[in-house]
C-alpha cells in the first residue's frame, strides 16, 4: 500500500526553465494538496485540488505557477520560466474524500541555478 | 484567519530528558490542530491531532500535547527523548477551505527543529 509519490525527488533547473513536479496520491484518495517550503519558513498552503478541479488556488502565485490533476495520472505542478526564488522543498499531499488528516509525500527540491 | 507560531526555531535536550516544544495559535472558530514531524528526506509524518475531544492528545512514538483554549496553545511534550526523535517538528491549524465544505486549508507554524545530545 504505497503512499503519496512524488517525483523527482532532486530537480535541478537553470533561470528561465520549466519545472515540472509529480505527485501520486494515495490509492482511493481523490483530494490532492501542494505545500511549498522555503528555507527558514514553514510550510505554506498553495494549490487543492480534486480531480480534474482546481478548488482552492489562494496560496498560487498569479504568474508562472499551474497545478492539474487529471482524471488518469498523477498531479503536476509547473513552473515556467523558474526563477531563483523559486527554488524551495514542494510536498504534495493527499486525503480520502472526507478530509481531516493529510498523508504527505517525501517532497521534490527544486534548485535554481 | 488563522496562524500558528513556534516559540522556539531550535530546541536541544539530552537523552532521556523531557521534551517541551511550544506552540500559540490563533484562530476564529474551535479549530483542529496537529503536529508533524519530519525527519531528514522524508516526508512529513502525522504525530498526534487535536479535534475537540479530549484536550490531552496522545500521539505515536510517545509524544502528546494538551490543547490549553484559555492559553491558546498547544504545546507537544514527551517525558523521555530519544535520539530518533531528532527532527523537524511543524505545529498546524486546520481550516476549512471557504470555497468548499470539504478541503482541509492547513496552516504551518515554521517549524521547531530538536537536537538530542547523549
Known amino acids: 500500500n504505497a503512499g503519496v509519490m512524488q517525483n523527482p525527488r532532486h530537480l535541478v533547473r537553470r533561470r528561465g526553465q520549466e519545472a515540472r513536479l509529480r505527485c501520486s496520491p494515495m490509492k482511493g484518495h481523490s483530494h490532492v494538496y501542494w505545500y511549498r517550503q522555503l528555507p527558514e519558513e514553514g510550510l505554506k498552503f498553495m494549490v487543492y485540488?480534486?480531480?480534474?478541479?482546481?478548488?482552492?488556488e489562494s496560496g498560487m502565485p498569479k504568474e508562472r505557477f499551474s497545478a492539474e490533476f487529471p482524471k488518469e495520472g498523477p498531479s503536476i505542478l509547473r513552473i515556467q520560466q523558474v526563477v531563483r526564488g523559486d527554488s524551495a522543498a514542494y510536498f504534495c499531499?493527499?486525503?480520502?474524500?472526507?478530509?481531516?488528516?493529510?498523508?504527505f509525500g517525501s517532497g521534490t527540491q527544486l534548485s535554481v541555478l | 484567519a488563522q496562524s500558528v507560531t513556534q516559540l522556539d526555531s531550535h530546541v536541544s535536550v539530552s537523552e532521556g530528558t523531557p521534551v517541551l516544544l511550544r506552540c500559540n495559535y490563533s484562530s476564529s472558530y474551535s479549530p483542529s490542530l496537529f503536529w508533524y514531524v519530519q525527519h531528514p528526506n522524508k516526508g512529513l509524518q502525522l504525530l498526534l491531532k487535536?479535534?475537540?475531544?479530549?484536550?490531552l492528545v496522545k500521539g505515536i512514538n510517545g509524544f502528546e500535547a494538551e490543547f490549553k483554549k484559555s492559553e491558546t496553545s498547544f504545546h507537544l511534550t514527551k517525558p523521555s527523548a530519544h535520539m530518533s526523535d531528532a527532527a523537524e517538528y511543524f505545529c498546524?491549524?486546520?481550516?476549512?477551505?471557504?470555497?468548499?465544505?470539504?478541503?482541509?486549508?492547513?496552516?504551518f507554524g515554521t517549524g521547531t527543529q530538536l537536537k538530542v545530545e547523549l
Open positions: 498546524v491549524v486546520s481550516g476549512r477551505s471557504i470555497l468548499t465544505g470539504g478541503g482541509n486549508k492547513l496552516t
Open positions: 499531499a493527499s486525503s480520502p474524500p472526507l478530509p481531516e488528516k493529510l498523508f
Open positions: 487535536y479535534t475537540s475531544a479530549a484536550t
Open positions: 485540488l480534486q480531480k480534474e478541479n482546481i478548488i482552492d
